[in-house]
């Protein structure tokens, strides 16, 4: 393992200086997100992307966005600069730089920060090493101290300044509901050992925190046998007695119509089914990367972000409504760095409108619309602010 570079500290402080010209938080301010979701007993975030300083590739980097931060958030998460990816360019070496340059900003910010994620664990998420990895003679042993390694190294690092993991995220194959294998976890004896160990890694090194199981199963037809695998591994974990305290139930929500409303009442009846379960192990929830992908809907912007921003408000209605969530974060704050165009651009060309601002950081109706769905929800009694507050 490598201690901090000299490169680090240079990323940390321009972290630093970045949100030294980031205008200053206005605790309480009405027109605050995260100011509303407490009044409700939850919290509001978004992720943010590393991206050099002046540049205008990775969010915070941009003052305009940092501003939309500051304003609307109390909690961040790195959108891809804590995954092995990131973290891990090879088996022997760690490089935080960029991952300690947001957690430098948000504790000069007074943000929280999500720890996303311990493992994402699929053959394509882990890097190339991992996958043509030699586990040698012991493979059990090899592949049980690269995990644990790296979990207690990240969690050690950030000591408390972390409360809250999505500790594995998206282990479960869409298409059939099975678990996907890796080389890490045909050496360890399967994925579930591997997801258990893990949890266990997790909460022996960081008690404090909370520990999620991170996945994008959603409301929409087509996501039967991802809701039923994610099930079946949230009662696996509950059998097995393994550390998991909620779900993350990603959000990446896609329209199926111009009649939002016709969309949620054909809906809700699965996604409460579904979330019933989840509640009733036990389970917390937490909608982690709210976003929507404007599929079937006409190009003119002012008619998609009206059926944009109705979709997400009857979402949030009723999920929302179960007491359990605790926090609600979208993935990323304005279309101009979303991930969704880059991923699937919409047919016609237009451009994607899946967040709460445009491309110039001005508020749209789903900005609104998370907000009134915020003032609608019941307000919940925290269960553990004390522990989560920075
Ligand atoms: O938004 C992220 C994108 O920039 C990355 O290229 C991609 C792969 O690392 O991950 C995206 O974030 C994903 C998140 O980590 C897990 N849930 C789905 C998100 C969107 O793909």
Redesign the pocket.
């Known amino acids: 393992m490598q201690g901090p570079t000299r490169r680090d500290s240079l990323i940390l402080g321009a972290g630093l200086m970045l949100a030294g010209a980031a205008p200053a938080r206005v605790p309480g301010a009405q027109d605050s997100l995260d100011a509303l979701a407490r009044t409700r007993g939850m919290r509001f975030g978004s992720a943010v992307a590393w991206g050099p300083p002046r540049s205008d590739t990775g969010s915070f980097a941009n003052p305009n966005y940092a501003a939309l931060i500051a304003r609307d958030c109390g909690v961040i998460v790195a959108?891809?600069e804590m995954?092995w990816?990131a973290l891990r360019p090879s088996p022997t070496t760690f490089d935080f730089a960029r991952f300690d340059a947001i957690v430098a900003y948000a504790a000069a910010a007074r943000l929280a920060v999500r720890g996303?994620n311990l493992i994402w664990h699929q053959p394509k998420?882990m890097p190339h090493w991992a996958e043509s990895h030699d586990y040698g003679a012991t493979p059990k042993r090899e592949a049980a101290r690269l995990l644990g390694d790296h979990i207690r190294t990240v969690v050690r690092r950030y000591g408390t300044r972390i409360a809250d993991y999505d500790v594995v995220?998206?282990a479960v194959n869409p298409a059939d509901g099975t678990l996907y294998e890796t080389t890490l976890s045909r050496a360890l004896g399967g994925a579930e050992p591997t997801l258990d160990l893990a949890f266990r890694t997790a909460r022996a090194e960081a008690p404090h925190a909370r520990l999620v199981y991170n996945d994008?199963m959603s409301w929409e037809p087509g996501n039967e046998r991802h809701r039923a695998g994610v099930l079946r591994l949230l009662h696996g974990f509950r059998a097995r007695g393994v550390p998991v305290d909620a779900l993350g139930v990603?959000s990446?929500l896609i329209t199926i119509g111009a009649d939002a409303r016709a969309s949620v009442s054909r809906m809700q009846g699965d996604w409460r089914r579904f979330l019933d379960e989840v509640v009733a192990m036990g389970f917390g929830l937490v909608v982690t990367?709210l976003d929507v992908r404007d599929n079937a809907l006409p190009a003119d912007p002012v008619a998609r972000d009206r059926i944009v921003a109705d979709y997400t408000r009857g979402y949030l209605d009723v999920t929302l409504g179960y007491q359990q969530v605790s926090d609600i974060l979208v993935?990323g704050m304005s279309d101009r760095y979303s991930?969704i165009e880059g991923?699937e651009p919409r047919a016609d060309g237009a451009r994607r409108r899946p967040t709460l601002y445009d491309t110039a950081f001005a508020p749209k109706p789903m900005r609104a619309a998370v907000a009134d769905a915020i003032r609608a929800a019941p307000a919940r009694t925290p269960q553990r602010s004390e522990r989560r507050e920075i």
């Open positions: 959108e891809n995954k990816q996303h998420w995220n998206e994008y990603q990446h990367e993935w991930w991923f």
